[in-house]
């Protein structure tokens, strides 16, 4: 493929986005693209790449440019048009690949040539203009705000380098495929330990010195001014400490010396200038501790993997723009301001056990996000999204018979399957009910049964309303096979019955996604106690599970339901239901919406006066147990009478009945009930608790809710069924009996002992992210497609 690139920058440089432009056309040129780049008239040769670079020509008034939105850029941006506009009247290219506001410029070159374009996405263009503060007047930002939707809704795919990139592109345009490449800057082999003691003799620290080193630009969105703010505090407690800074340009670095010197530590500092990429490894080795003391932006230092890969203990602050990424167990993350940073330091200075649990961690950080086969992933998904996905060849109908799109169980799960299928390449078409609220899915095709509204609400679970929609879908479904050449049906629960039996006829391959096992349905949810409807329902599904191309089971449990059946291992794929949105959750902690919410008169509360809040987030069936829930809680208020629990979700008749329940045993003013809310909400509400409760009576499927608790970095109160106890253990979680008793013996623990929350909050993220993390959950999705489209697309 011809692709030409496009970058806005002062190409080649060490800093960020130039940077990661040179690492995103060598992996292109390794993947056997031919790369041609335009640039500004600025910057170096770079160094091992086989490209053509082609420099803008003009008046460039200057002969270097600065990091950052500027008026000079906008000049520049003018002739790299021009420049763009010359090459596509010269050579014809397959793909127009632009960084930032480069996208801008590819959008209208690209409609006049008729080329496609992708946009590298390396952060939000109208949140630079206010971090670099290159203008306050709400006229530039918003101007700024229609040219990133432009970008964004004109690419055909869109890089971003982060979770939160990919988060506020897709809150620009859902439809358009996002795929998350993080910068990773191969540095070369780790350095030599003659050439770090040779470095740090150069520098004049002595062997019993000990090294934090910061490398990077020395702008001021890199908050180095907070770095040197915390030096006097690591000082007091390591007075062998040395602060190697590098990077910085000499007026850069003369105003952060007289900055050091202002405090009285400029003899504990030391600036270099910038270095070349390559002398990066032997720098980290000489450290021994590295730091990023950022706090703007939501996009992550191109430097956090390569500083991860360092194997040297990583010290950044708690911010979006390191959390989205690094976690407490890969790094130690740190409030964000002077004293936070230097308790991290100190800590990562003096605590070696600590330093060295970090250590490991990065480790197998870096084999999900920056190793080889992730990237190589990352690509694959890139160029399906830019051509297989709009070819339409991996064509699939996915019949869901549920109210779509509902906050709860299996609608969830169909989304989020739905979702990531789309950014794989295949073109979805989803078949589902009437019922639901609207939602995009990237470029899928949601197909609704039309005028079934006057059925009302559909409960979960087997019942004759959905018997009665399910007649309607099987017409639904054969009528669109008629339609449309479907290579795979990917069925969902009950779907699997009559898809089984049209697939000889309209020859597609058949995907079951076995959400719990239908006989077991018939009885959890009390549907019918006939022996010879349950045999009916179980012949029926083994019957399906022996005939479908792929089974994907939910927990192990259903795993090995299937397996008894008689499924071919080598044509099953366990994928739980963990995918949910991430990133929002840690961002919604701290929240304005977030803080007004905590119960109904608490709007004057401050959050060190807060009252300690329980929350459940969720459907209210018999089977969810809310009722031992406020029997539980009702005890638990009289240990703890300010305690608080809130319940978010339930029919308006299933509240007013819990609401009486809760009125008889005297717990009416301390539990809030908030109705039915949406995912948005709920994660609010979960980044507000104290604790977390999943009182669930029985089942066998792991409910989706349980990976979002896992995740959310708050301790968690579940019962001790099987359900959960496929997931969960006494180290991530408190098991307690499915009884009023011993769930409020489990709240008191949860809210009293802090050691054992932090604990258990601990375990339970890192559980999360080691096995059902995303990118676990993208993998097996990319399983199932190479299972059903075995040979090429």
Same mark, same amino acid.
């Given at each position: 493929?011809?692709?030409?690139?496009?970058?806005?920058?002062?190409?080649?440089?060490?800093?960020?986005?130039?940077?990661?432009?040179?690492?995103?056309?060598?992996?292109?040129?390794?993947?056997?693209h031919e790369v041609d780049i335009i640039t500004y008239a600025v910057g170096g040769d770079p160094p091992d790449l086989a490209v053509r670079v082609y420099r803008s020509r003009g008046p460039h008034f200057s002969r270097s440019i600065e990091a950052g939105p500027s008026r000079l850029k906008i000049w520049f941006d003018l002739l790299l048009f021009l420049n763009l506009l010359y090459r596509l009247l010269v050579k014809r290219y397959d793909l127009i690949y632009a960084h930032e506001e480069g996208a801008f410029l590819a959008r209208i070159a690209g409609a006049l040539f008729r080329v496609p374009y992708v946009y590298d996405m390396h952060s939000s263009l109208p949140l630079q203009i206010t971090d670099w503060k290159f203008s306050s007047n709400p006229r530039v930002i918003n101007f700024f705000s229609w040219v990133a939707r432009v970008s964004i809704r004109g690419a055909r795919a869109v890089i971003a380098i982060s979770p939160a990139v990919a988060q506020a592109a897709r809150e620009v345009d859902p439809d358009v495929p996002i795929v998350t490449i993080v910068n990773? @800057?191969?540095?070369?082999?780790?350095?030599?330990?003659?050439?770090?003691?040779?470095?740090?003799?150069?520098?004049?620290?002595?062997?019993?010195?000990?090294?934090?080193?910061?490398?990077?630009?020395?702008?001021?969105?890199?908050?180095?001014?907070?770095?040197?703010?915390?030096?006097? @505090?690591?000082?007091?407690?390591?007075?062998?400490?040395?602060?190697?800074?590098?990077?910085?340009?000499?007026?850069?670095?003369?105003?952060?010396?007289?900055h050091a010197e202002k405090l009285g !530590?400029?003899?504990?500092?030391?600036?270099?200038?910038?270095?070349?990429?390559?002398?990066?490894?032997?720098?980290?080795?000489?450290?021994? !501790?590295?730091?990023?003391?950022?706090?703007?932006?939501?996009?992550?230092?191109?430097?956090?993997?390569?500083?991860?890969?360092?194997?040297?203990?990583?010290?950044?602050?708690?911010?979006?723009?390191?959390?989205? &990424?690094?976690?407490?167990?890969?790094?130690?993350?740190?409030?964000?301001n002077a004293e936070g940073i230097a308790q991290g330091l100190i800590k990562a200075i003096t605590d070696k056990v600590a330093a060295a649990a970090v250590v490991r961690e990065a480790a197998s950080f870096l084999?999900?996000?920056?190793?080889?086969?992730?990237?190589?992933?990352?690509?694959?998904? &890139?160029?399906?999204? !830019?051509?297989?996905?709009?070819a339409g060849r991996m064509k699939i109908l996915m019949v869901a018979p549920q109210p779509f799109y509902t906050p709860r169980g299996t609608p969830l799960s169909v989304y989020y399957r739905t979702l990531v299928l789309a950014e794989q390449g295949a073109d979805v078409d989803l078949l589902t009910y009437g019922q639901g609220s609207d939602v995009n899915l990237l470029s899928t095709r949601i197909i609704r049964i039309p005028g079934m509204h006057w059925i009302g609400q559909i409960p979960a679970g087997p019942s004759w309303k959905k018997l009665f929609l399910d007649f309607f879908m099987i017409i639904w479904t054969i009528g669109l096979l008629i339609r449309h050449r479907y290579r795979v049906v990917h069925a969902h629960e009950e779907a699997v019955f009559w898809c089984r039996y049209l697939k000889p006829l309209f020859r597609f391959k058949l995907i079951y996604d076995m959400h719990s096992s239908l006989p077991q349905q018939l009885t959890n949810f009390a549907f019918t106690e006939s022996r010879a409807m349950i045999s009916l329902f179980r012949y029926l599904e083994e019957s399906c599970l022996l005939k479908a191309e792929a089974v994907i089971t939910i927990c192990p449990d259903l795993r090995d339901y299937a397996l008894a059946c008689g499924v071919d291992p080598a044509r099953h794929l366990l994928i739980e239901n963990s995918l949910f949105d991430?990133?929002?959750?840690?961002?919604?902690?701290?929240?304005?919406?977030?803080?007004?919410?905590?119960?109904?008169?608490?709007?004057?509360?401050?959050?060190?006066?807060?009252?300690?809040?329980?929350?459940?987030?969720?459907?209210?069936?018999?089977?969810q147990g809310i009722d031992i829930l406020i029997r539980s809680f009702s005890m638990v208020s009289q240990s703890m009478p300010q305690?608080?629990?809130?319940?978010?979700?339930?029919?308006?008749?299933?509240?007013?009945?819990?609401?009486?329940?809760?009125k008889a045993l005297g717990a009416e003013h301390t539990i809030i009930f908030t109705g039915t809310v949406d995912k948005k909400t709920a994660m609010e509400f979960t980044?507000?608790?104290?604790?977390?409760i999943s009182?669930?009576?029985?089942?066998?499927?792991?409910?989706?809710?349980?990976?979002?608790?896992?995740a959310s970095g708050k301790p968690l109160v579940a019962t001790r069924i099987w359900s959960h106890t496929q997931v969960l253990n006494d180290e991530v979680c408190i098991l307690v009996e499915p009884n009023p008793e011993s769930m409020a013996a489990g709240l008191v623990q949860a809210l009293s002992n802090s050691e054992l929350a932090t604990r258990l909050a601990v375990n339970a993220r890192r559980l999360y992210e080691d096995h059902y993390s995303r990118p676990i959950y993208v993998g097996k999705i990319q399983q199932l497609l190479k299972l059903v489209f075995p040979g090429p697309v």
């Open positions: 493929m011809r692709i030409l690139k496009v970058i806005p920058q002062a190409f080649y440089t060490t800093r960020g986005t130039p940077l990661s432009a040179y690492h995103r056309a060598k992996e292109l040129v390794a993947r056997g990773h @800057f191969e540095i070369g082999e780790a350095g030599d330990p003659e050439a770090a003691s040779a470095l740090r003799a150069h520098y004049g620290i002595s062997a019993d010195q000990k090294v934090v080193l910061y490398t990077g630009s020395f702008v001021a969105l890199q908050a180095l001014d907070l770095l040197m703010d915390a030096v006097p @505090f690591v000082m007091r407690e390591v007075p062998q400490a040395v602060f190697l800074v590098v990077g910085g340009q000499d007026a850069e670095i003369a105003s952060l010396r007289a !530590v400029a003899g504990n500092v030391v600036f270099e200038r910038s270095r070349p990429q390559n002398e990066m490894p032997t720098y980290m080795a000489a450290a021994d !501790v590295l730091v990023s003391p950022r706090v703007q932006g939501i996009n992550p230092p191109g430097k956090l993997l390569s500083y991860l890969a360092s194997g040297r203990p990583v010290v950044a602050t708690n911010t979006l723009v390191h959390n989205q &990424l690094l976690t407490e167990q890969c790094a130690m993350l740190t409030a964000p084999e999900r996000y920056g190793s080889k086969a992730a990237r190589d992933s990352a690509y694959e998904t &890139l160029f399906a999204a !830019v051509g297989i996905a709009r991430d990133i929002r959750l840690r961002r919604v902690a701290g929240s304005p919406a977030a803080q007004k919410i905590r119960g109904p008169d608490h709007e004057s509360a401050t959050p060190s006066l807060r009252h300690p809040l329980i929350v459940y987030a969720g459907t209210f069936e018999s089977y305690a608080m629990l809130l319940l978010a979700g339930g029919t308006s008749a299933q509240v007013a009945e819990m609401r009486k329940l809760a980044a507000l608790a104290d604790a977390l009182p669930r009576k029985h089942g066998t499927n792991t409910p989706l809710k349980i990976y979002e608790q896992l």
